[in-house]
């Protein structure tokens, strides 16, 4: 350990030495400009100081003779500049308000004077950036107190133009202009708080600590890294020479909040009433000031969210008998933070932070649906997050400014199960959805990730005929991952619509009885805590270049080129013995001889180096035309290449103990006592290759030639400033993914791919055709289904690029943005998009682990261009307020989103004659049977108001009371299977005669949501 740490350290003085880094500049703007007279002519010589109350000292500047100024690395807020010289008219420029990631333009006109005058000037501050392509959002201060947010990072994110929430209630992500929810990279501070295992946030960011976040969604630069979804950059508030302190309350509860569906509604649907707060307690506290004047600020905050929350779940009696009624919530959040800003030194300026959070919730899942009951949940034990982080601003001169940053984050998160639901199988209903009996694992994970960044930036003037501002960086991350899961009783035992065994009844092959045939699954997972615990390392070295070039102040090039190399490693572990006995006799009866391994059993995991390695090269080109000259209207185009961040998701599939593991097995239940016993019944494989615990073999598992994943994107937009404070825009984007990561059906004996019919060059695939008959509106549908041959090998699966999958983003989109001025603010955004390919969006669809190319059945009826899962064609968003007189203000934030694509699907089981014709397995295949976005569901519209008055009680303290009223439309909505499903088993080939059993919950209204709910908030 202190080998790694000191080499680590040796890594960030190396970098120190080299460059800086670049996203210490993400955090801050900057202020450009031209001193000139009257006559247009630069003025060299000039003084300019720059003020602000988010400076810690004045900054200033002489002008060269080509009287420029630039001011670098500024905090957001607002400015005041002052312009001297012998000679002039002093200039004082007030309010020009500087944005995260913008560079203000402002000209300067000086006049000539005989005696000592001073003179203020208004020149609007800009909206436009005129030095950058990308597309970005920035929810600044007045719109984060003002717009009726649900206080957390993610609904400010979904408040974006071309972003689109995926709706999972404990792992947030976002759909990004067509990206994948894993593409997105959170910055705090500069610190990337990305977790490397799913890309998703580590670490919650707490909402009152935030100053600012500027939400970037296409067109990045090369300082960016391996994104091409949004990069979330978040910088938090840091305190002032004035002490300063709040209090917030924020509450809500059942007696306030509206379901919109009578009893008697609710209770004809047979559903649970919408979900809401039941009790909502959200208390925070901040304090922050100077220690020493102009030297040493501070901001702290801690903050308390007690929480209870009903859920969708259905009372529900299981087939053993057993009742399971409506359940809630709960959720109880700790939050610390802490910032020291300091500058000694005009030339020096440190930055430290510290982040905690703790997280419990006694009733916890990824999902908690209507089919969820509550003994099928675990406990989320205490999650908890540390993150620290460092940065360094050095100035060199006026026009070489150097920034260093390092930081580390450590989570830890136990999802454990209660004592009794250790010892009880899970059971899980195929047909119906239902989970019940106990949760799946008690798991552990530990992630840690260290990161340090270096970047100088240097401004030169009249360089080949063009004004640049060149960048250099590099950054190094260290990320490290370990997960355990152990159970007493590893077992899984599938239903079929409320029968136990999963294909009815059958003749065993032991006894030749008719017996019960059923499909089980046990988890290789440990029966003791520890007993099974992978680790995993990756570690990435990134460094770009970036030119800015500006030619005669109408036209700017910006030029950038990154290079990413990541490796990966295993490191060695131990696996003990399972829980449940029978697992163990399966594997040592009937594994064992196949693979030599029992995986049930104990074993060892060999340390394996250079597990997968990317390296990556992302140009990006971006031009920025002043169409008008005066910076009130723009033109702009870019290509960028991303690379995709490699995740530590795809190096614990490789693992063959990874703690998801699980093997599926047929049991003939010989005594019919609905008992998975390892004295009486019988079991059988699936035809799995049980090789792939053999190291020979799961090093094949990983494609040798396996490269990075990326996307292209191209945009073209127009800006324009119609009057101060207010913009609009039009953006046309182009992206397409390809080089998926996916794994896919491989036989390791001949090095070949058979996941397509096309690549299946022995035939182990058998086609049939199949006639689905109709029902209700749905026509007669003929599809062609794919069957397994007795004579294919057992199922072995790599890793490794797909050509066959692809994803397609093609929007145009409208943005328009007022400042808060003139007692009014409006954001806004009109998006008309098309997402397209074969291989979805969300983040379950995105693990690199999913049936994506696992057989021909896959691409039935899913062509290149069907609409992907998060396709919504129209999405609008407004969000805005108004002062009223006497300290009332009304603020609203609404949203439109078309409903999501979906299409019919089915399992078909071929009849027992053409599979003793055709040698071919006797199973269920899943098929769709229309291209993907044929359907969609209801579009949803919501109307969220706020009403607040402000009391002011001293000169300056004040008090702000406000109501929130959430869904203010009233509209409410029911999910609804619409997907009759289920099963067909044809009498025969191309028949439409047979047997139909539609899905159980065909036509089923499964959960409501629309309740219309009042929240309370003082701010003291």
Not at 330 to 353: R, W, Y
Not at 557 to 575: C, E, P, V, W
């Amino acid at each position: 350990m202190k080998k790694k740490l000191l080499g680590l350290l040796l890594i960030i003085f190396l970098s120190i030495g080299l460059t800086s880094i670049a996203a210490a500049q993400r955090q801050t703007g900057s202020i450009k400009g031209i001193i000139s007279d009257t006559e247009g002519f630069p003025l060299p010589g000039a003084f300019i100081y720059l003020d602000s109350l988010k400076l810690l000292d004045i900054q200033t500047y002489i002008t060269s003779d080509t009287g420029k100024i630039k001011f670098h690395a500024l905090p957001p807020g607002q400015y005041k500049i002052t312009v001297e010289m012998p000679g002039f008219k002093t200039v004082n420029i007030e309010n020009i308000i500087v944005r995260v990631g913008m560079t203000v333009k402002l000209n300067i006109t000086m006049e000539m004077t005989t005696v000592e005058e001073e003179t203020t000037i208004d020149i609007p501050s800009p909206t436009l950036d005129l030095e950058s392509t990308k597309t970005v959002t920035v929810i600044e201060g007045d719109l984060l107190e003002k717009i009726p947010f649900k206080r957390n990072l993610f609904d400010v994110i979904s408040s974006a133009s071309g972003v689109i929430p995926d709706w999972l209630p404990f792992q947030q992500t976002s759909i990004i202009k067509g990206s994948s929810a894993r593409a997105n990279l959170y910055s705090l501070d500069g610190l990337n708080v990305s977790d490397p295992e799913g890309i998703s946030l580590l670490s919650n960011i707490n909402f009152d600590v935030i100053e600012e976040i500027e939400i970037e969604t296409a067109s990045h630069p090369a300082e960016v890294g391996n994104i091409d979804g949004g990069f979330i950059n978040v910088v938090t508030k840091s305190g002032g020479n004035r002490l300063t302190g709040g209090i917030i309350l924020y509450h809500t509860n059942e007696n306030v909040a509206n379901t919109l569906n009578s009893e008697e509604e609710i209770s004809a649907m047979g559903v649970s009433p919408p979900p809401i707060d039941k009790k909502l307690w959200d208390i925070s506290l901040s304090l922050g000031g100077s220690i020493l004047e102009d030297k040493l600020w501070f901001f702290s905050n801690v903050r308390l969210i007690s929480q209870s929350h009903s859920t969708s779940f259905i009372p529900w009696t299981d087939p053993q008998g057993n009742a399971h009624e409506e359940f809630d919530w709960d959720n109880t959040e700790k939050m610390a933070f802490f910032k020291l800003t300091s500058q000694f030194d005009p030339k020096f300026k440190v930055t430290g932070m510290f982040n905690f959070m703790d997280r419990y919730r006694p009733a916890h899942e990824s999902s908690i649906d209507w089919n969820v009951t509550s003994e099928a949940t675990r406990i989320l034990n205490h999650e908890r997050s540390y993150t620290a982080n460092g940065i360094l601003n050095y100035v060199l001169n006026q026009n070489t400014f150097v920034d260093l940053k390092a930081g580390y984050i450590h989570n830890k998160l136990p999802i454990i199960l209660d004592e009794e639901a250790n010892f009880n199988p899970q059971y899980y209903d195929e047909s119906t959805g239902h989970i019940w009996g106990s949760g799946r694992l008690n798991e552990t994970s530990l992630k840690k990730r260290f990161h340090a960044n270096a970047c100088i930036t240097h401004f030169q003037d009249n360089f080949f005929g063009a004004d640049h501002e060149l960048k250099a960086g590099a950054e190094y991350e260290y990320n490290y991952g370990e997960w355990t899961a152990w159970k007493e009783n590893n077992l899984l035992i599938h239903y079929n619509n409320g029968n136990p065994y999963f294909f009815g009844l059958a003749e065993s092959p032991e006894t030749g009885s008719t017996v019960g045939k059923g499909k089980i699954s046990f988890s290789i997972a440990s029966r003791i805590e520890g007993g099974l615990k992978p680790k995993n390392e990756i570690r990435r070295f990134g460094f770009f270049l970036q030119d800015s070039a500006t030619f005669a102040e109408r036209v700017t090039l910006n030029f950038g080129i990154r290079f990413d190399r990541s490796t990966s490693y295993q490191l060695a572990h131990l696996k003990a013995e399972s829980g449940n006995p029978v697992s163990q006799n399966i594997g040592e009866e009937l594994i064992k001889p196949i693979a030599d391994v029992n995986p049930y059993g104990e074993n060892i995991v060999t340390e394996w180096k250079d597990l997968m390695t990317w390296n990556a090269l992302s140009p990006r080109i971006g031009l920025i035309f002043d169409i008008s000259g005066n910076g009130k209207s723009t033109f702009k185009a870019s290509f960028s290449r991303y690379s995709e961040y490699m995740k530590m998701q795809y190096l614990a599939a490789l693992n063959p103990f990874n703690i998801n593991r699980s093997h599926s097995f047929i049991w003939y239940d010989e005594n019919m006592d609905n008992i998975v016993d390892d004295t009486d019944d019988t079991y059988a494989l699936f035809p799995e290759d049980y090789r792939l615990y053999i190291e020979e073999y799961y090093k094949k598992r990983i494609d040798p030639e396996t490269k990075s994943p990326y996307t292209h994107e191209f945009l073209i937009g127009l800006q324009h400033e119609f009057f101060n404070d207010f913009s609009v825009g039009i953006n046309c984007i182009y992206k397409e993914t390809k080089n998926v990561f996916e794994n896919v059906l491989y036989n390791p004996d001949l090095d070949m791919n058979w996941y397509t019919t096309a690549l299946d060059t022995e035939q182990w695939w058998i086609p049939f055709n199949t006639i689905i008959p109709g029902i209700d509106d749905y026509p007669e549908t003929d599809v062609t289904v794919y069957f397994l041959s007795k004579d294919a090998p057992p199922l072995f699966e790599r890793y490794q690029n797909v050509p066959e999958l692809k994803r397609k983003y093609q929007a145009i989109e409208f943005v328009f943005k007022k400042r808060m001025s003139n007692n009014w603010q409006l954001n806004g955004s009109v998006v008309l998009s098309k997402s397209t390919g074969n291989i979805g969006l969300g983040y379950g669809s995105t693990s690199g682990s999913t049936p994506a190319a696992n057989s021909p059945n896959y691409f039935v009826n899913n062509p290149e261009d069907s609409r992907l899962d998060f396709d919504q064609p129209l999405v609008i968003k407004m969000m805005g307020t108004y002062r009223f007189p006497f300290g009332f203000f009304l603020s609203f934030y609404y949203t439109h989103m078309s409903g999501a694509p979906w299409a019919r699907s089915i399992a078909v089981s071929p009849p027992s004659s053409w599979t003793e014709k055709e040698n071919a397995y006797s199973s269920y295949m899943n098929v769709i049977l229309e291209s993907p976005g044929t359907r969609r569901d209801k579009a949803i519209d919501n109307l969220d108001i706020r009403i607040e008055k402000e009391f002011q009680l001293t000169r300056s303290g004040r008090v702000r009371a406000s109501i929130d009223i959430t869904n203010a439309l009233g509209n409410k909505y029911r999910t609804i299977f619409q997907n009759d499903g289920g099963y067909w088993f044809p009498a025969d080939e191309n028949s439409v005669e047979g047997t139909r059993i539609l899905s159980p919950n065909y036509k089923r209204i499964t959960s409501l949501f629309g309740a219309r709910v009042l929240k309370f908030s003082l701010n003291f």
